[in-house]
């Protein structure tokens, strides 16, 4: 068992070491009111002074969820803090889709259903990764019945 959890450990290690290079950016995106400015990346340091001394924002940080923070950030005093928020946002829910599509594609491709074309798995996809919500209702009132010769 130790042996295992060891193994399981270091996989852990492998698969996140990314996130250790940019730990203090996930740290300035989920608080940039708590986080100490000196380890911010440098090329963020002023804007989270500036910040930090806006009580107005601390406000709307303290209401809103962080998507919404970052949207609402003014651009022309923080770009360089929005473009991190739009860039943390962006590769969380961009992984969300690509496992999302994967799973789809998985079970939309097993073996008894190999007749399907690339056409069709396209369409299945895009289908299934989408938020749209069609109206059944709405689209059946509009066809005309088949009626008999």
Do not use: W
Not at 104 to 132: C, M
Request: glycine share 2%; charged share 25%.
């Amino acid at each position: 068992m130790i042996q295992l959890l060891k193994l399981l450990s270091e996989n852990f290690e492998e698969r996140f070491a990314d996130f250790r290079d940019v730990k203090n950016e996930i740290r300035l995106f989920e608080n940039p009111f708590s986080i100490d400015v000196s380890t911010a990346p440098s090329d963020l340091q002023l804007e989270p002074i500036e910040l930090q001394c806006q009580t107005s924002m601390k406000d709307k940080f303290r209401e809103k969820e962080l998507p919404e923070f970052y949207g609402e950030l003014p651009a022309e005093n923080f770009p360089n803090l929005r473009k991190l928020g739009m860039k943390m946002i962006t590769t969380f829910a961009s992984t969300y889709v690509c496992e999302q599509t994967f799973s789809v594609l998985k079970r939309a491709k097993p073996g008894s259903r190999s007749y399907l074309t690339d056409d069709h798995l396209h369409s299945v996809l895009r289908i299934s990764v989408t938020n749209f919500d069609p109206n059944i209702q709405n689209l059946v009132s509009e066809k005309q019945l088949q009626t008999s010769h």
